[in-house]
């Protein structure tokens, strides 16, 4: 089989970095360089919702289209809360408004207009329910609630929540403490673009950015938002799968030449089972749902019911990010 990366044409831009590790999440962070005429991050604002279901977006580079993440979240007071049924391009110099995005609190009111944000990407589980095109396309603002309210149940604080409000989760001392623990333990390495992410050893996610620069501005979404939020609710429903990349419990009074090179055994199997793991991640469908400028989104499907963006500028990758 051919790795991912291969078939997507990143395989010869890409190198591992030193793999991170946390309890049951690891990251294998993924380094390179993208040639591509991509805005920097900060050229992107999120700047109102018109209606409910609507998201706008300024790109302030006056020569670069600009990326918005797939699924991207924004939260704040008075307002309700949205996020980005799948990733978004701005051209350069450019407004534009994506009317098929999400409410993600069922009864609250209220639109943005140049209040504060806060910002995120949707937790995995939350992801996968936009996958299908008929999810990512339809002009519904309530279509997510169903997926929240049951993604929500499977918390101990929120077992019997009658109401699909994400930012109960966010907002809850305990988890976002926790979510915080997740973005101090994976912080980006020199030269990372992207990652591998991994629950008990098994592959949960594949992200890859135009640039460092981006990785820089939004890994912490990623790392938060959409993996930590997952992981956090997998533990506490009992659902983390195990494989044996697990990483080994390490005591405290282990010494330190044994926990030295139990590190570097698992660091190693996991470089050995990268090829495998990145063979296994194969694509079953793409179909294009963009095309602006000389830029096109496509939406993958991977087997085994996992998917997500690959944008391309000029039939070069510069964006893909898919969970699994």
Same mark, same amino acid.
């Given at each position: ?189 020199? #030269?990372?673009? !992207?990652? &591998? +992410?991994?629950? @008990?050893?098994? $592959? %949960?996610? *594949?992200? /890859? ?95 085994? #019911?996992?998917? !997500?963006? &690959? +944008?391309?500028? @000029?039939?070069? $990758? %510069?964006? *893909?990010? /898919?969970?699994?």
């Amino acid at each position: 089989m051919t790795s991912i990366l291969d078939s997507l044409n990143f395989i010869n831009r890409l190198k591992m970095g030193e793999v991170q590790s946390d309890h049951e999440m690891t990251v294998v962070p993924l380094i390179g360089e993208l040639r591509s005429n991509i805005a920097p991050p900060e050229s992107l604002e999120f700047t109102r919702t018109t209606s409910y279901g609507s998201m706008e977006f300024k790109n302030t580079s006056r020569e670069e289209p600009a990326i918005i993440p797939a699924n991207m979240m924004v939260r704040g007071k008075a307002a309700q809360d949205h996020a980005m049924s799948g990733s978004g391009v701005v051209l350069a110099a450019s407004d534009r408004l994506f009317d098929n995005a999400c409410c993600v609190e069922s009864s609250q009111g209220g639109h943005f207009h140049g209040q504060a944000v806060e910002t995120d990407v949707l937790p995995v589980d939350l992801r996968k329910a936009l996958l299908p095109v008929s999810a990512r396309n339809k002009r519904e603002f309530g279509k997510l609630w169903p997926s929240i309210k049951t993604w929500l149940r499977k918390f101990k604080n929120f077992s019997t929540v009658s109401r699909a409000h994400l930012r109960d989760f966010f907002d809850d001392k305990d988890y976002k403490e926790a979510l915080e623990d997740f973005a101090a333990a994976f912080e980006p390495v020199d #030269g990372q673009i !992207g990652a &591998l +992410i991994l629950f @008990n050893g098994v $592959p %949960v996610g *594949l992200e /890859i950015m135009p640039s460092a620069q981006h990785w820089e501005a939004y890994w912490k979404w990623l790392i938060r938002g959409c993996y930590g939020s997952q992981l956090i609710q997998l533990r506490e429903s009992g659902d983390l799968e195990r494989s044996t990349l697990v990483l080994p419990n390490i005591s405290n009074d282990t010494p330190a030449e044994e926990v030295k090179n139990i590190m570097e055994q698992f660091v190693h199997n996991i470089r050995m089972s990268m090829a495998p793991m990145l063979e296994q991640i194969q694509i079953s469908k793409a179909t294009e749902v963009d095309s602006i400028g000389n830029i096109t989104t496509q939406l993958l499907t991977t087997e085994g #019911g996992g998917g !997500g963006d &690959l +944008i391309t500028q @000029n039939n070069e $990758p %510069v964006y *893909l990010s /898919i969970v699994l």
